[in-house]
């Protein structure tokens, strides 16, 4: 079973930059995609990027030209980087792993952007 823990949330203003990290407890080598997705109050959980073991990445039009996702498989680690934030990017941010069609979820981290 995966393991995943997020870190890197807060406060920030608006304009300004994040970066969110996700840890997984095993190589991700054997993570078929990872992805951060996120729930603002009183709204469903939506796709913000995902990230294939290949590289291949996806983003929601909202964070399109502002987020970019990336993996490190040496540390096992996934990154959000939040650029040009907004106060509607406000929310906790959960880290996903898909490994042999399983999802996994971390616990999330939460995002609070002031304008």
């Known amino acids: 079973q995966v393991q995943l823990v997020e870190s890197g949330g807060g406060l920030v203003q608006a304009g300004g930059s994040l970066r969110l990290s996700c840890a997984a407890s095993?190589?991700?080598?054997?993570?078929?995609?990872m992805g951060w997705y996120r729930q603002a109050p009183g709204k469903q959980r939506e796709l913000v990027a995902t990230?294939?073991?290949?590289?291949?990445?996806n983003y929601a039009d909202s964070v399109k030209g502002r987020f970019t996702i990336s993996r490190d498989n040496r540390k096992n680690t996934a990154y959000l980087q939040m650029n040009s934030v907004k106060p509607e990017d406000t929310g906790v941010y959960y880290c996903?792993?898909?490994?042999?069609?399983?999802?996994?979820w971390g616990k999330g981290t939460l995002v609070t952007v002031s304008s």
């Open positions: 996903n792993a898909v490994k042999i069609s399983v999802n996994y």
């Open positions: 990230i294939t073991s290949g590289g291949s990445t």
């Open positions: 095993e190589s991700i080598f054997s993570i078929n995609a």
